[in-house]
């Protein structure tokens, strides 16, 4: 990706630190307890399809029954606390051209790494946790690339627990990653996406009748 627009902010390179080291040797165990857990679900599937197939060719089930008895197998080996569980990431290599007039050349590597999990409770009740590259910009998680063979540092993106009783009623607390209900008429023009609020909030919306609304939104 070749960029030629100009940015105002420019995220320091920061050394980890302990804390940061810290971060990533959580993210490591995270990781690799998930892969684990997915590699033997993987695994169970895989000698389930063979033993469904083999009675399929003896005769002892229908194609029908075959496809049923796999797809609830394939439910019941999720296990319950793996149910509504959503993983998020992505990851971003850019490569940035800058070329004004009367000015010399500038080039520059980026990147950005962020990875996140939101599991829902109930109907009501939701909790997300994620990781991300970044500096002390709270308004970026893209870091530069240098020449001294640095490492970048991996910080908490987020981690909140949301709350809605009701349709009317949104109560949140932690480093929120929602900044549209955590302010008052947020807007791209006022607030960055990549700000992550932190405390308590609370945001009430409540239609008290034909085109009235009792609204309320504090932290």
Known sequence: MISRKSHAANPEWVRGSGKHRGYKLLFLIIALITGVLLSLSTAFASDMDTLVDKLVKKGILTKEEAKEVKRQAKE??????????????????????????????????????????????????????????????????????????????????????????????NIWGGKYKGIQKAVWMASDLLWDSDIRPEGLGLRLNYTTGPGMHLFANTG
């Open 76 to 169: 019941e080996n999720v296990p319950s606390w793996m149910k509504n569980i959503k993983f998020k990431g992505d990851f971003r290599l850019m490569f940035q051209w800058q070329n004004e007039t009367d000015k010399p050349e500038r080039t520059r590597g980026r990147i950005r790494l962020r990875l996140g999990v939101v599991k829902e409770i109930n109907k009501k009740l939701e909790m997300g946790f994620g990781l991300a590259t970044g500096g002390k910009n709270p308004r970026s998680t893209t870091v530069d690339l240098s020449d001294t063979f640095s490492s970048p540092d991996i910080r908490i993106d987020y981690a909140y627990c949301e709350y809605t009783p009701s349709t009317w009623l």
